[in-house]
Structures are given as structure tokens and as C-alpha cells.
């Protein structure tokens, strides 16, 4: 079955990379030769770009841990089967992301871009107390889901492309984007691996509170609920 489902996915890569065959290039600037160092230092010599790849990187951390340990929660703590998962955290956030693109895009050219980036980032930040709150039968987690999927597709198009594009100079935009890939992508890297360090030394955890009895993937999300508060609030 996985295997079949490989070979979709292949197929529509290919597919995917065909349809990127028919764009038309953009003819690149000349621009100078810069060695690595150069690379690295011109971006960091912005005060303005410095602040944005720390935010940039400070949303990676709580995106990737969210990212790959909602999944767990919901197999092991919200038994959920593969179907019920997939739907909730993929095609109901997907599909909410598709539809409010446009809207995400009018909202932007019209209040700026750091105003949705503000908005989008308000409505997630306490999707991950919801989901440690709320039983498994609760018809609250795909209204959640749909939620933070239009919220994300807002904030990957402001922080990921309207901002990186407003604050760089296009002469030498590729060593800024080079610095915000590796700002965030180290972020991504070490977050996962240390929330699971940490998840891993309480996996014998339980706090009973009320009607809920935490655990360690509990506990996990609130500690992103409480990252993103700061987070949003800085």
C-alpha cells in the first residue's frame, strides 16, 4: 500500500517538474562573485534583515516541533486512525489553505504585510492548548484544523515570500535567501531534537488536573502554546 502511494507521489513529482519546464526564466542580474564568507556577512550587516531571520528562525522552531509531534499525539494520545490524521492534518488544513490564498493576498496589498503576518500569527498560537484540551470525538479539531491551515498559508506567503522579497536588494538577494534558508533551517533541525530529548525524559509523566490527565505530549504542547505567546507578542 505505502508503496503505491510512493509511486503517486513520484508520478505527480514528475509531473510537478514538467509544469515548472513551461515557465519562463528570468534573466539574472550580474552580479559579483562573492566567496562564502561574504555571503554569510553581507545579510548580517542588515539590522533590519538580522531581526527578520531571528523571527524567521524563532517561527521554524515552533512549526517543526509542532509539525512532527502533532502526528504523534494524534496516533498515540488521540487514537486516531491514518485516515482520521491525514484528514485533519493535512487535507482539511490544505485545503483551507487554498482558499484563503486569495484572501491572505487582498489582506496583504491592501494592510501590509507585517499586519497579516500579526493576524495569522494571533490565530494559531493557541491551537496547540486546543488540541491537548479537546477529546478526540470533539467536532472543535476540524474547525482547528481548517484554522490553522488558512493561518499558515498566510504566514508562509508573508514571511516566507512578501517580506524576504521587500527587504532584500534583488542584486544580491541570493545571499540573503541563502541566510534565511540556513537561519531556518537550523532552527528546524535543533528544535525537533531537543523537544524530543525532552519528551523522551518525561515519557513517564502523568499530572492529573480535572476531567484531563497530562502527559508528556501534553505537556509538549503547552510548552509551543507558551513559545508562540512570546513568540507572536515579540
Known amino acids: 500500500m505505502y508503496s503505491f502511494i510512493f509511486a503517486v507521489a513520484a508520478v505527480f513529482g514528475l509531473i510537478d517538474i514538467l509544469m515548472y519546464w513551461r515557465i519562463p526564466n528570468v534573466p ?3 552580479e559579483e562573485r562573492l566567496r562564502i564568507w561574504e555571503v554569510i556577512g553581507r545579510p548580517l550587516r542588515n539590522p533590519s534583515f538580522r531581526r527578520f531571520l531571528l523571527y524567521a528562525a524563532s517561527n521554524s522552531v515552533s512549526g517543526s516541533v509542532i509539525g512532527a509531534f502533532i502526528w504523534l499525539y494524534a496516533f498515540d494520545v488521540m487514537q486516531y486512525s491514518k485516515f482520521t490524521s491525514n484528514l485533519y492534518l ?11 490564498a486569495r484572501w491572505g493576498g487582498s489582506l496583504a496589498d491592501r494592510f501590509g504585510n507585517r499586519a497579516v503576518l500579526r493576524l495569522t500569527s494571533g490565530v494559531i498560537v493557541f491551537s496547540p492548548l486546543l488540541w491537548a484540551l479537546s477529546p478526540p470525538e470533539s467536532y472543535l479539531l476540524p474547525f482547528l484544523a481548517a ?7 498566510g504566514i ?7 517580506l524576504m522579497f521587500a527587504m532584500t536588494p534583488r542584486a544580491s538577494r541570493p545571499a540573503y535567501v541563502a541566510m534565511a534558508s540556513l537561519a531556518t533551517g537550523v532552527a528546524g533541525f535543533a528544535a525537533p531534537i531537543l523537544a524530543g530529548a525532552a519528551t523522551q525524559a518525561l515519557s513517564g509523566v502523568r499530572i492529573p488536573f480535572g476531567p484531563w490527565e497530562f502527559g508528556n505530549l501534553h505537556l509538549l504542547l ?5 513559545y508562540r505567546i512570546g513568540h507572536t507578542i515579540w
Open 147 to 153: 484554522l490553522v491551515g488558512g493561518a499558515c498559508g
Open 90 to 100: 493535512v487535507v482539511i488544513a490544505s485545503f483551507a489553505t487554498i482558499l484563503t
Open 156 to 162: 508562509n506567503m508573508t514571511l516566507g515570500m512578501n
Open 28 to 30: 539574472p542580474l550580474q
Open 222 to 226: 503547552f510548552a509551543v502554546c507558551l
